[in-house]
């Protein structure tokens, strides 16, 4: 929405905006990439701690720290990669559907890959 005046006229009108793809990458940009943003940081600071806690732990206990950090790191770079796949689909002016078609069925080979990691 978008605020405009007209002469003659005292308040402020609003103009719907009319374009779903603006207003849905506005959407995505301003709420969506900030949190992706953060749970990718976040994540990879926890993957770090996890070293270095395996790194001073008893042999038992650093074998079950190290898996879980491994786990945590694929989280991490599964969460870059969203982040990347956002910001490109967000910088596009108009939606392929090709594009589309290429991004799902990358992500339904990377499906089978995840259920290893709830191993």
Known sequence: ???????????????????????????????ELNLLGSATERLEASAKALRALARDAQLEQKLELAGIAQRVEKLHRLSGFALGVLKATIGLRR?????ILKVANLAARSESSLRLWDR
Do not use: C, D
């Not at 005292?10 to 995505?28: A, D, F």
């Not at 939606?95 to 594009?99: Q, R, S, Y």
């Open 1 to 31: 929405m978008t605020q405009t005046w007209q002469p003659g006229y005292r308040g402020i009108l609003y103009i719907p905006e009319t374009n779903v793809w603006k207003m849905v990458s506005r959407v995505v940009r301003e709420r």
């Open 95 to 99: 939606v392929e559907p090709a594009a």
